[in-house]
């Protein structure tokens, strides 16, 4: 066994994936092609709820290179799911506009997609609701927030704290639908074999989508088999099953042929999922210095008839400030739409953009520097539970940013800076995201001559795990990365959680540590040789983690930006963007970098231009392409910086880290919202901050 002393975790190693992607070689989920492998095209509901009466397939069967047309009528049946949604081609019901009413196989794509253009569905229409308002009389309290937090938490008397409060902020924020759109579309290649099942999906957990699909087909989960070595973005959209993942996978069963079907831009605005729409009511009470008496944060979101997806928008206010009243609620109603799923930083990204932009405009009300404003709300404990912080650097992130981006000295009048044609200003935002870790098993092998092997079901969705994990495994092994080879994406090796939730260099990486440190726990019994067959070492974390110690676990940052806002035109540029963040042991500086700027730029897309418009009449968004929905491009993005500040936390997993994937989205576009202020005088509490706003 030969060991090394250099460490290899916390430096800026180039990706490991690198080569196979900027050649070609890295091959995505549509790019399998299995032998007699056929193409399927699905066709959606023209309406927004009500029933099939009639389907006509006599024209589309009689189309060159069809196989077949598969619908409610003769599709295979499915066993019951929780997830109604995932009952593709089992009912007559239309829930939303979009909806898969059937689907077509064919020799070739375009066949197939010729084909289902001539598919004649008959509808029986009925009156459809697609609208989120507060009061609507739907509305109701779920049971729990994604993924299991309380629906409501109240301490103390907030609403007689709010009515004795000398200064008070009370205000409505909203936030549109949103579009994940990551840069490579949806697609599945569905395998039937026997009794087994294949699919090549693009996917952010393999494990947890092979265990969701074995039992609508009535199989254990041994007998399928998901495979994603390369996964073009996800953003969320990708952690959870969706339909177009069945529907694939029926219309093999059916044909008797591998199936390939790829999930268009436009069709991913109705079956891939989405950020709910919320309206949330910021009340803010505090004592004249500023210091706060009572917080109350209410939500209102959708999601679909067929199934309950509830984001957690106002958990992220019961960790940020000290309050002794406080109150934070969700309700819900169910509307005639796609159902809504995890979209970067669920929760945190809508609900940090109310509760920052209320601090701001209680700094205003104060007389107080926005900085210094929530230095003051610092809280000891976890203001909800009282449980003690892991690590909170919160202050020292706001400090460090507030040095970095210039902001002392800042005259807080706003509508006085011009510089030519524009107004200009500048504002912050704090934010925060939970550092978890889910249970995963690893393996290690060990080969003559001294390679290892490392096995795991995780999935690198363009962040850079398959070149974390291979830091993290060559220092626990006291090897270089050269000699280590890291197999993620099979839902044939260790199971492994997902890639969401910022969780998954914690989860996957305290997996590989434990693995690592038996394999030479195991060389060393054996005098450091490897036998001629190797030798190998399993770890599962179920126990640790069941086990790990109480605390209140989250990532902190601050956010700085700096606008331009035309006088003619309202156009607004964000001129400079900052962030600190502390976020436990940096793995990478390279792809920490990426990641936190990565989320930065969403979190201005989602200030400046990101909304789905719901055409209310059809019940369908009318903006679904990239043609008309908006994300910036190289244009848009002038100055951006992401910093970190040291943060040592023996209280989170072998590698001191928290996850940073989310955390850049939460808190960018308050920080936005609060500079167009204070260039203009003009708070703008519905985003995105759109010209016409401003103008008007």
Same mark, same amino acid.
């Given at each position: ?339 809504? $799923? ?137 090897? $270089? ?216």
């Amino acid at each position: 066994m030969t060991t090394t002393g250099t460490r290899y975790v916390g430096t800026a190693l180039d990706r490991v994936d690198a080569r196979e992607k900027v050649t070609g070689q890295a091959t995505y989920a549509y790019e399998n092609r299995p032998r007699d492998l056929v193409y399927a095209y699905p066709v959606q509901a023209a309406i927004a709820r009500g029933e099939i009466v009639h389907v006509g397939v006599d024209a589309v069967l009689k189309q060159p290179g069809v196989i077949a047309a598969i619908w409610q009528g003769n599709a295979p049946r499915l066993a019951p799911s929780d997830n109604a949604e995932l009952a593709v081609l089992q009912s007559r019901r239309v829930a939303y506009r979009g909806q898969y009413v059937a689907v077509v196989v064919a020799e070739t794509y375009e066949d197939a997609r010729e084909a289902a253009g001539l598919m004649q569905v008959e509808y029986a229409a009925e009156e459809h609701d697609v609208d989120l308002y507060p009061g609507h009389p739907r509305m109701y309290r779920p049971d729990h927030v994604n993924p299991s937090f309380p629906t409501d938490v109240q301490r103390g008397d907030p609403d007689a704290a709010l009515a004795a409060a000398p200064v008070t902020v009370d205000a409505v924020y909203t936030t549109p639908a949103e579009h994940n759109n990551p840069m490579e579309p949806h697609a599945t290649v569905a395998v039937w074999d026997g009794d087994g099942l294949t699919l090549y999906d693009s996917t952010q957990g393999a494990s947890s989508l092979r265990n969701t699909v074995a039992p609508l087909f009535g199989m254990p989960p041994a007998q399928v088999r998901v495979i994603c070595p390369y996964v073009g973005g996800g953003f969320g959209s990708k952690g959870r099953s969706h339909p177009h993942v069945v529907l694939a996978a029926l219309a093999a069963k059916q044909v008797g042929r591998p199936v390939k079907l790829a999930v268009t831009r436009r069709q991913m605005f109705a079956v891939t999922g989405y950020r709910t729409p919320t309206v949330q009511r910021v009340r803010l009470g505090a004592e004249a210095d500023g210091r706060l008496i009572a917080i109350t944060h209410e939500a209102c979101e959708q999601s679909s008839t067929l199934t309950e997806f509830a984001e957690q928008s106002t958990v992220a206010t019961r960790v940020m400030y000290a309050a002794p009243h406080r109150r934070t609620t969700h309700r819900l109603v169910r509307l005639d739409v796609p159902t809504p $799923s995890w979209m970067r930083a669920p929760g945190e990204a809508p609900g940090m953009f109310a509760l920052e932009s209320a601090m701001d405009e209680l700094a205003s009300a104060c007389g107080v520097d926005p900085v210094e404003l929530r230095i003051r709300n610092e809280p000891d404990s976890d203001p909800e539970t009282g449980v003690p912080f892991s690590s909170r650097n919160l202050v020292a992130c706001l400090r460090e940013g507030a040095l970095r981006f210039g902001w002392q000295g800042r005259d807080p009048e706003p509508g006085i800076r011009r510089r030519g044609r524009m107004l200009v200003g500048t504002g912050m935002a704090a934010s925060t995201y939970p550092a978890y870790r889910a249970a995963s098993s690893a393996s290690v092998r060990a080969a003559p001559g001294g390679r290892y092997t490392v096995r795991i079901a995780a999935a690198d969705i363009g962040t850079g795990a398959r070149t974390i994990l291979t830091q993290i495994a060559a220092d626990a092994l006291h090897t $270089s990365p050269e000699l280590v080879e890291v197999e993620i994406g099979d839902s044939a090796l260790p199971k492994a959680s997902l890639a969401g939730g910022s969780m998954g260099s914690a989860s996957w990486g305290t997996a590989v540590v434990r693995a690592c440190e038996k394999l030479v726990e195991e060389l060393e019994r054996g005098g450091g040789e490897v036998p001629p067959g190797g030798v190998q070492a399993d770890a599962d974390t179920r126990e640790e983690i069941r086990g790990q110690a109480k605390f209140a676990r989250h990532a902190f940052g601050a956010q700085f930006a700096e606008v331009g806002v035309d006088t003619d035109t309202g156009e607004t540029r964000v001129l400079r963007l900052l962030g600190v963040f502390a976020a436990g042991r940096i793995l990478n500086p390279k792809t920490a970098r990426s990641q936190l700027v990565g989320g930065m730029t969403m979190g201005l897309s989602m200030a400046l231009l990101e909304e789905s418009i719901m055409d209310r009449e059809f019940g369908d968004y009318l903006n679904n392409d990239l043609a008309q929905y908006q994300i910036p491009v190289n244009a848009d993005i002038r100055d951006i910086q992401a910093y970190w500040v040291d943060e040592d936390d023996p209280h989170l997993n072998p590698m001191g880290s928290k996850g940073i994937g989310e955390i850049g989205i939460v808190g960018t576009a308050a920080a936005i919202a609060n500079a167009v202020h204070h260039a203009t005088g003009v708070r703008i509490r519905d985003l995105p901050i759109r010209l016409d706003k401003l103008v008007r």
